[in-house]
């Protein structure tokens, strides 16, 4: 039995990219293998077909298949153990992904933004880390990668609240900023953002900006030079990702970034190419 549940979406549906062409090509397959496991794993997770049970039990088999404990049941484990066994990176960083994932599966709604943070810890941040220790990377660059990664996180359930509310009755917007701001998660519902609700997007862009900044610091601290100029395109995306939020509504479509976007990102980014 094949656990996973494919959604059809793909590393070309991402905001950023994944693996992209300037990353080494040897190590390229490796991080291909990683989003494979996580966009399966997410894809369960998020599921409207399945009950949480159903989904927490294909999870506990995608990490049996990842550690050797089972040999068969998800394809994208058994890519991901072969990977881990020629790279010699830990499973951690997969472990931790499989942490947020059975979150999702259960948890649709974050009381502060203490909470939301933890989510970011085991849903995001495990993804730069892995990468980071794919190409052997110090440990110094960790934190700058975490900033960006949690980063990546908010804006994406920003830009997907109201879909997210709509499919899987989820929301990330913290509950008590919510209320602080005199919102409500049903106004992601409407047609239109409220005062209110542009109040808490702005607030969550804040922490999203200082992590931003926060982030500048990765390229600086990494060796590899390829790896380098991804993770400075990646940087200057979500700026102007963010940038794009404060000044458009989410709920009345999703905010996208445009081909100028990624043009201006590389452009930017060309600094580190040395």
Not at 95 to 123: I, M
Not at 136 to 165: F, I, M, R
């Amino acid at each position: 039995m094949n656990v996973e549940t494919w959604s059809g979406k793909g590393r070309a549906d991402e905001n950023f990219p994944v693996g992209s062409i300037l990353v080494s090509a040897r190590l390229r397959p490796h991080i291909h293998a990683f989003y494979a496991f996580a966009r399966n794993a997410d894809d369960i997770a998020d599921a409207p077909d399945l009950a949480p049970a159903d989904k927490l039990d294909r999870l506990d088999i995608m990490q049996a298949v990842l550690i050797g404990h089972r040999e068969d049941g998800s394809p994208s484990a058994t890519g991901l153990r072969r990977s881990l066994a020629a790279t010699g990176v830990t499973d951690r960083h997969a472990r931790d992904l499989l942490v947020a994932f059975r979150q999702d599966a259960t948890k649709t709604r974050y009381e502060n933004w203490d909470e939301l943070v933890n989510y970011c810890r085991f849903s995001a941040m495990p993804v730069g880390r892995h990468v980071l220790d794919l190409h052997g990377e110090l440990e110094a660059t960790h934190a700058p990668s975490d900033a960006l990664c949690a980063s990546l996180q908010v804006l994406n359930h920003l830009q997907d609240g109201a879909k997210d509310l709509a499919a899987l009755d989820r929301c990330y917007l913290p509950l008590d900023m919510l209320a602080r701001h005199n919102a409500t998660v049903g106004d992601l519902a409407g047609s239109a953002e409220t005062p209110g609700l542009r109040a808490v997007f702005t607030a969550m862009l804040d922490h999203c900006d200082a992590w931003n900044t926060e982030s500048i610091a990765l390229p600086r601290a990494t060796a590899d030079r390829r790896l380098r100029l991804e993770t400075a395109v990646i940087r200057n995306l979500a700026t102007r990702l963010a940038r794009r939020l404060r000044g458009n509504d989410p709920v009345a479509a999703r905010v996208r970034l445009t081909k100028p976007d990624a043009a201006f990102a590389v452009l930017a980014a060309m600094r580190f190419a040395v």
